[in-house]
């Protein structure tokens, strides 16, 4: 069986029992989140957060490019929310690697030169400014109440990285 099957073997348990109540799309805490796509750490988990709570955009190195802008302008000017919260974490797989070797290999594999950046980075805290930043000079973002994070990934903390 593959994984996808017992992926969907869980989902057929989980719709037996689902009795979540209607919730609006606006999210009830009004934030959204960005982070990583690591498996290591689920942020509602890291965070306390329920169904209805928080609109959770993630990707590779949960870094601000357009794609999460677009987002997080869709969040804020049809959905409410207000607040943002941005979280990059410690052994990362995209820290400290060489983005031309991955383009280069992405480029082999596929035969074409791959559109977008892969967004590597070799300070944590550096990449949480410059997603930071991204957010901060954005015309699309108005409510720029926006926080920046590393989540340590050996013992679940978070850290603030200052702007």
Known sequence: MSVTDQLLQNNRRWAERFDIPKLSNRP???VA?????D??????RV??????DAHIIRNAGGVVTDDEIRSLAISQHLLGTEEIVLIHHTDCGLEGIDEQEIRAKLRESAGVEPP???EAFANVDESVRE???????SPFIPHKN????VYDVTDGSLREVEA
């Not at 965070?47 to 209805?52: A, D, M, P, Q």
């Not at 997603?131 to 901060?136: A, D, V």
């Not at 926006?146 to 994070?149: C, E, L, N």
Request: proline share 3%; charged share 25%; hydrophobic share 40%.
């Open 28 to 30: 009830s805490k009004k």
């Open 33 to 37: 989140i960005v982070s990583c796509m």
């Open 39 to 44: 498996a290591r750490f689920l942020p509602s």
């Open 47 to 52: 965070l306390g957060i329920e169904e209805g």
């Open 116 to 118: 977008w950046s892969i």
């Open 131 to 137: 997603s930071l930043r991204r957010i901060t000079k």
């Open 146 to 149: 926006v926080r920046g994070f």
